[in-house]
């Protein structure tokens, strides 16, 4: 009975959405208050409804309810708790209930905060909101419904897929549903702008903070996501240009546009339909994302549920919400004027180039993701496009990017000096390049290593002018505690964003350039040496697992004789789908990850071990990790907060009575 | 105005191309053995070891099937049920490829859900299926009467499978094969 209730509470989300979704755009249309008033309670019912029924998802997992066709397909009775709390997003029809339960919490997130706008703004971006939950939840309920019966019920449940029965896979998905989910309101603002006629300087003042936190999650996400890959699918690398990930890098990359896009809009009054744009196309990849996830018209690695029938209604539901946004924006658009001028050098012009850089790196992606499917589409045949292609696109336009992003935060708007920047430019750009070859060097690499060269004077170059930068800011205000404090933290939180990149570029360049790795077989006792490490196989020994029976080895890996870490990974066999799983082991460090596989036992009782050296690795989530803290800084700006009662909004040009 | 449709334009291309792309099967994977010989085998039976069978066993009537499954796939049971109502009211002769399984498993299973083969070939170690390609579990041959596979399904039966896909055509080779 109590499975029925959830499914109630579906219907009643489902219907108090769509009055989310009419009045208040009605209201906002017709300027009627108390319709538009409609908006916010209805928001905070749609949150009751739909934490009701993921609550009592999570019941039938927990419980063991298999009479439940969804939780008999992802559980099992031997499922540990936790996993069978993460189960309830670990199919298709559970992440989507999730998605929704994201977006219903978003959406109350800007209801909470509406006092702060506008009444008929405020309005329209709880409806456009709503409207996108409408879709979603009727996706849930006539194609995806996760309370559907089964009888007679089955004794026991099929299990969750054993990737996902793994630690990084409890936080990831809800962290980039919150990135994915979070770009609906830099949509909804945009869209209600549009709607209402107002684009301008508060708009993009509203949307900032909501982007910047998209982003953090997404950031956040997306890095989880490159470790769980990392170790889990025991390939040892932390990107594969699959086209899952690609589908959450591509709003990353334009979200990132994005932020930078509405500085310029806020500041200076500019870039305003570019801005709207960006926030229209970031929303439209994630919600494309969903799409290539979830219908199967892609082959991938991560492809967990797809279905061709429910691809279908997504594609009409994703033409319907983004061909719509369009056409409202060609629309609404031509109205818009940024009256702004500046010169070829100034702030201005390098967040142009940012953009125009991060922009086509997007298009280059969704290209990539996209081109095996348009040569099957053309009957063409089967392809697919690999790493190399995006890596020979890619690389090349983040190199220029990062130089950019180290001398923008210095340019002033609208007229930059250059004798000055390039006096400063030499000053850190030199050391920067002596530092990177001192490396090589020191560490005895040879000078041959150019990309990592370019990696570490690139990392050294961003790092040089955060910290001249900040110091340059405090310098004026004579370096007190007090100067410290007054800076604005969305200054810290750029600067240390953009540290976060330095880190990443030092780590990805180290990793690339210097990782080893090595297949051997070894027999108990035996041992293979790599990088300086000895790797000794001690003994293979069979272990029993909750929902799983496994072999393990112990490997003892030892430097110049003296021991620096035990590894146990293991070879799975989950019994309930008979689905083998590798179980890699690793010793994480600062300076470098040890990482062994155990692969198939050969005759003779050896076994086939693999075993990676990857230096400086971790530094790639350290540095993902200072982004995300970076964007924390940024929306906790005191400036957020204090902007409640000063909304001063001009109407749009020729957009009033339109 | 123009510039401002673009994005429109350029989205309305994509969503074009993802339709088409819905109606593609990127699982499709062509089988090479379609239209050629079945690929020979001499396997014990399941419910006698003593007893051989082998691939001249799949070319004696004008359709025959082989079914590839075990007791542990899951999908499996799902089709089980369809499977059997079809043979049975088609009257086909199903014989079973077991794969990779454990033989006192496999017999408990057909205790549980009902016995619908003719006969089972016993493919312990899977090299039979190796040579039959087996892409997953269960999968399904249509084999005529000269021996030659005409038709392969990866996947659960379902009954719109057969009514769309495996009907016309054991029909067709019914009335081809039917006065050999």
Redesign the interface.
């Known amino acids: 009975m109590i499975i029925e209730w959830g499914h109630f509470a579906l219907v009643l989300a489902f219907l108090l959405a769509l009055c989310q979704t009419v009045f208040p755009l009605w209201g906002a249309a017709r300027n009627r208050p108390a319709w538009m008033a409609v908006a916010v309670p209805a928001a905070w019912g749609q949150l009751l409804f739909l934490a009701l029924s993921y609550g009592v998802l999570t019941y039938a997992f927990v419980s063991h309810d298999f009479s439940v066709l969804y939780v008999a397909q992802n559980s099992n009775s031997t499922l540990p708790l936790i996993y069978r709390l993460t189960g309830v997003w670990g199919g298709h029809e559970g992440s989507i209930l999730l998605w929704v339960l994201i977006l219903s919490g978003w959406t109350v997130a800007v209801a909470a905060s509406a006092r702060q706008l506008p009444t008929a703004y405020a309005a329209r971006v709880i409806g456009v909101m709503g409207a996108i939950s409408v879709g979603f939840l009727a996706f849930i309920l006539f194609t995806s419904n996760p309370f559907v019966r089964q009888f007679p019920v089955p004794v026991d449940g099929?299990d969750l897929n054993p990737l996902l029965q793994d630690p990084g896979m409890v936080i990831h998905p809800p962290m980039l549903y919150m990135g994915y989910v979070g770009f609906s309101v830099a949509f909804a603002l945009a869209v209600a702008a549009l709607l209402g006629g107002r684009l301008d300087a508060t708009w993009a003042r509203w949307s900032r903070p909501w982007t910047t936190a998209a982003w953090m999650f997404l950031t956040v996400g997306i890095a989880l996501g490159s470790h769980w890959a990392y170790y889990e699918l025991g390939w040892g690398g932390w990107w594969f240009w699959d086209p899952v990930e690609n589908a959450s890098f591509m709003p990353w990359l334009t979200g990132t546009a994005l932020i930078h896009s509405l500085a310029v809009t806020e500041k200076r009054d500019g870039f305003k339909?570019w801005s709207v744009?960006l926030a229209?196309?970031t929303f439209?990849l994630s919600l494309?994302g969903t799409?290539l996830v979830r219908?199967?018209?892609?082959?991938s690695v991560h492809a967990f549920a797809t279905d061709?029938g429910r691809?279908?209604f997504i594609?009409v539901f994703?033409?319907l919400v983004?061909?719509g946004s369009?056409?409202l924006?060609?629309w609404r658009?031509?109205r818009v004027r940024s009256l702004i001028t500046f010169a070829p050098l100034s702030r201005e012009s390098l967040l142009l180039a940012n953009n125009v850089l991060l922009v086509v790196a997007a298009a280059a992606v969704l290209l990539g993701t996209?081109y095996p499917?348009?040569v099957?589409?053309l009957g063409l045949g089967?392809l697919s496009v690999g790493p190399p292609y995006f890596n020979t696109v890619f690389v090349p336009l983040m190199l220029p990017l990062i130089v950019l992003m180290g001398l923008g935060p210095l340019v002033a708007w609208r007229q930059g000096r250059g004798g000055e920047l390039a006096r400063v430019a030499l000053r850190i750009g030199l050391p920067a390049l002596g530092l990177a070859l001192l490396c090589l060097v020191v560490f005895g690499l040879g000078w041959r290593r150019y990309l990592l060269a370019v990696s570490l004077w690139l990392a050294f170059w961003t790092l040089g002018f955060s910290l001249y930068g900040i110091g340059q800011r405090l310098g004026r205000r004579g370096f007190s505690p007090r100067a410290w404090a007054q800076l604005p933290r969305g200054f810290y939180g750029m600067h240390l964003a953009h540290a976060g990149i330095a880190l990443f570029m030092i780590g990805a360049g180290v990793v690339s350039a210097l990782e080893a790795e090595r297949v051997v077989r070894l027999a108990p006792g035996e041992s293979t040496e790599l990088a300086g490490y000895a790797f000794r196989l001690e003994s293979v020994y069979p272990i029993t697992g909750p929902n799983y029976t496994a072999e393990e080895a112990l490997i003892v890996v030892s430097r110049a004789g003296r021991e620096v870490a035990r590894l146990t990974p293991q070879k799975r066999l989950y019994t309930v789908?008979?689905q083998a799983m590798t179980q890699t082991a690793f010793d994480a460090g600062m300076t470098r990850d040890l990482f062994a596989a155990l692969g198939d036992p050969l005759p003779g009782g050896a076994w086939s071990v693999r075993v990676h050296y990857k230096p400086m690795v971790r530094w790639i989530w350290m540095g993902t990790a200072l982004m995300a803290l970076g964007g924390l800084l940024a929306i906790t700006d005191r400036r957020y907060r204090l902007a409640t009662a000063r909304v001063r909004s001009t109407p749009m040009k020729g957009a009033v009575g339109a | 105005?123009m510039r401002?449709?673009l994005?429109?334009g350029a989205?309305?291309l994509?969503?074009a191309?993802?339709?088409?792309?819905?109606?593609?099967?990127?699982?499709e994977v062509p089988s090479p053995l379609v239209g050629r010989p079945a690929p020979a085998f001499v396997l014990p039976t399941l419910a006698d070891p003593e007893r051989r069978i082998s691939e001249q066993d799949l070319a004696v009537a004008p359709v025959t099937l082989l079914n590839v499954w075990a007791s542990?796939?899951?999908a499996c049971v799902e089709e089980h049920p369809v499977l059997s109502a079809w043979v049975k009211r088609r009257g086909l002769p199903l014989v079973g490829l077991n794969y990779k399984d454990d033989s006192e498993q496999a017999r408990a299973w057909l205790a549980r859900f009902g016995n619908p083969f003719r006969d089972i070939a016993v493919d312990r170690d899977g090299r039979v299926g190796i040579d039959w390609g087996v892409y997953g579990v269960p999968e399904t041959f249509v084999i005529d009467r000269a021996g030659i596979i005409r038709y392969k399904h990866i996947g659960p039966l379902t009954p719109q499978v057969i009514v769309e896909k495996l009907d016309p055509l054991i029909d067709a080779l019914q009335q081809a094969g039917g006065a050999p």
């Open positions: 099929q339909a744009l229209l196309t439209s494309l799409f219908s199967g018209v892609l082959t061709p691809g279908l594609l994703l033409t983004v061909g369009l056409m924006y060609a658009a031509p996209l499917l348009a099957d589409a089967k789908r008979r | 105005m401002f449709l994005p429109l989205f309305l994509l969503v191309l993802l339709y088409v792309g819905l109606g593609l099967n990127p699982r542990w796939c899951a």
